[in-house]
């Protein structure tokens, strides 16, 4: 009679599938590894905004720290039953890990659900700055080692990689100050705290449309539809193209039919109004893909920052 009882309980709490589908019965929580403001968070909210056909809330958490860990971690530990995910794709999942240990194992402790954007590293100054391009940063930076400083997201953050590689290429040192997010990244930099900034098209955007920053230089293999002046590292001679992704990542162990909801769900998200009036305001670079592309994507990138982090 115990065992009928608690076998029955075990069938009461499985998740419910009709016909092989899954629909949620409670809201849906989205983290996001760093403070509002930045392109994870905007991301999240403007996608959660356009899901129109989800019976239940979609809401998002900022759970910001550790280049994006925290809420990563959070992720990882939480059941794979389609009610946790969190924006990844980038410092938390392709960088951290190639220069410290984590709580969790980068490329099995997900399963990503969809790839939403590509975002190159622009860096930036303020409009005051006596630096007009890259060269004459580069001029002085050579002459005065660590003298001149710039803003991350977090020590070991997808940000900081792409510094690190650059000074690697370039031969010059500059003095790392990393923020818990890109909004106190940028106000840092307006308020002189720092002589340079990265960021991502989107988070920058607006700054340098109000006169407020200057972009230098664009960290991807292409110029930036956004900034057609500005020129990239591979044009000035130091082929460094290291992308920021952004997408949905569940804990690994999701079931598959829960999967196929969550990913035809915010597919259908980023062709809603609110997102692609965000695309076009901001000059976000959309690139949907499934959650197994989105896996080699995180995959490939993991490897490719450990490989130039060692050269």
Same mark, same amino acid.
Do not use: C
């Given at each position: 009679? &115990? ?40 991301? $999240? ?15 998002? &958490? ?79 930076? *050579? ?14 953050? +997808? ?22 997010? /890109? ?13 340079? $900034? ?9 700054? +340098? ?36 992704? *952004? ?51 995180? /995959? ?12």
């Amino acid at each position: 009679m &115990l065992a009928a009882t608690a076998i029955a309980g075990a069938l009461s709490t499985a998740p419910a599938y009709a016909q092989g589908k899954w629909v949620p019965e409670r809201p849906i929580t989205i983290y996001v590894g760093f403070n509002p403001g930045g392109s994870a968070d905007q991301i $999240a909210r403007v996608l959660a905004a356009g899901v129109k056909n989800s019976p239940v809330p979609i809401v998002v &958490l900022n759970r910001p720290g550790a280049a994006g860990v925290i809420a990563a971690q959070a992720t990882a530990q939480a059941k794979p039953d389609g009610y946790t995910l969190f924006v990844g794709g980038g410092s938390e999942t392709t960088s951290v890990g190639n220069h410290q240990k984590l709580p969790y194992d980068t490329l099995t402790a997900f399963r990503p659900v969809i790839k939403i954007a590509r975002l190159p590293s622009v860096l930036v100054v303020r409009a005051d700055s006596p630096y007009a391009d890259m060269r004459s940063l580069m001029a002085d930076a *050579k002459k005065a080692p660590e003298k001149l400083s710039y803003g991350s997201t977090g020590q070991g953050g +997808i940000f900081h990689s792409t510094a690190l590689v650059f000074e690697k290429l370039s031969g010059i040192k500059l003095l790392h100050i990393p923020y818990k997010g /890109a909004a106190e990244s940028r106000t840092a930099l307006l308020a002189g705290e720092v002589d340079m $900034a990265f960021g991502a098209p989107d988070e920058v955007q607006p700054m +340098i449309s109000s006169g407020k920053l200057r972009p230098i230089a664009i960290f991807s293999k292409s110029r930036l539809p956004a900034f057609p002046n500005v020129p990239t590292m591979t044009e000035l001679g130091y082929p460094v193209a290291i992308d920021n992704m *952004k997408g949905l990542l569940a804990p690994a162990g999701l079931p598959d039919p829960v999967y196929q909801w969550l990913y035809e769900t915010f597919k259908t998200a980023v062709q809603s109004v609110e997102f692609q009036q965000y695309v076009k305001s901001t000059g976000l670079t959309v690139d949907v893909a499934d959650g197994p592309t989105f896996d080699r994507d995180i /995959a490939e990138a993991y490897n490719a920052i450990g490989k130039a982090l060692q050269q």
